[in-house]
């Protein structure tokens, strides 16, 4: 019968992690992945540049994640940023800082990550079987082996790293959250995250494609102001995406609950006053010209009839006729135009699972199940998620690491004490 001290389910960013830190432990160790490549999803991660970490202290990193962050205390304190640049850099991945903290390889190459891991994993001695595991069998209250798809294998420690749901072609397609639950473990309810928003407004069907640079973006949660960003966007056939969008979707904790809106500022480095002053100044400069066409410097063309439209402005008035109270309804238009949130883009295209094993069953301090012995967990599979930033791929890391540790540790001492029974 094939055996190993620790079987890792999942050979992404965590799997590979704790497999690594599993085998310097001393135990023999099994990545099972359905995939053919170890790290599939680490592959195309960052747009293929892998944003790996993000340079930032402790209290930053910890602001970065809306959950349970203080279930992250004890592993991410024992592996920071800090450290996982070291670990990297020390492994022949030159790295480098780029706006925001985040951190990328130098060769701006997400295979570099992911063979980096995958060569650790081939030099500690670590197996790999390009299999799928479809349960994990208990014998004396404590994990003895994973059942795949070609056989059972036995083994000391079991470690679930089979990530969440998003982007399924890679792998991830929650198999995880079975087998936590054929444990008795809660998975907190999922939903896709750091993804577009569907918005209520026909309009974003007519700018499909239109994508907006330095603007200031405004997320509300039953009317209150939940978050506020500068940067890009663009819109798309059903609601919004881009960076501010992103980001903004992983604030929304409770959509189909609670009431979110979108408020666009499409001229953040203006104050009213100046704006005001700007839209009077191209007023009088196209004076003669129909009032759409007389707003041509300060916005995209295809932006115009919307911004129009929210204003209650007729566009075929000529410049010089448009009054103060319409001039001001275009600027609160540009200043506050608003999008009423219907709900986010599927799973298949977020960028991470928000929910998962409930981190309150596992202990943060190993990784390990609080309900069997020998079972343990790391990344994405738990309820813990971060921002756009590289903060996701740290969670992978230090969970993964614990998690490995721990049950390398632990299959170990398993072991000995079976030897002198
Ligand atoms: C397009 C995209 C870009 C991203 N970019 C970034 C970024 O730049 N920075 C960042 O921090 N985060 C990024 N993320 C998020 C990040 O990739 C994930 O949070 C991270 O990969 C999670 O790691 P994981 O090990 O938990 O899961 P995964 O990396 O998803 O690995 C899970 C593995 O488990 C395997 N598996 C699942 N079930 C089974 C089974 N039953 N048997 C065997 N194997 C199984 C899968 O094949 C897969 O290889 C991105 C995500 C996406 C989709």
Known sequence: MENADVIVIGGGASGMMAAYFAACEGAEVLILDKNRQLGRKLRITGKGRCNLTNNCDRR??????PGDGKFLYSSVTAFMPQEVMAFFENHGVPLKTERGKRVFPQSDNANDVADCLAGLCRRAGVKVKKTAAVGISVHDGRVCGVKTEDGF??????IICTGGLSYPLTGSTGDGYRFAKSFGHTVNSLRPSLVSICCA???CADLQGLSLRNIGLKLFEDGHLL?????????????????????????MRHVGERAYRLEIDLKPALDIKTLDQRILRDLQKYQNKELRNALADLMPHALIPVILMSAEADGFQKANAVNRETRL??????KTFTLNVTGTGSFEEAIVTSGGVNTREVNPRSMESRFMPGLYFAGEVLDLDGYTGGFNLQIAWSTGRLAGISAGKQSLADSENSDEE
């Open 329 to 334: 309804r275009i600027l609160h238009a540009l």
């Open 153 to 158: 294998i036995g083994c000391r420690a079991c």
């Open 60 to 65: 930053e990193f910890f602001e970065n994640i």
């Open 201 to 203: 407004e026909t309009c």
């Open 227 to 251: 978050s506020s960003e500068l940067g890009e966007m663009l819109f798309t056939h059903c609601g919004v995406s881009g960076p501010l969008v992103l980001s903004a979707s992983a604030r």
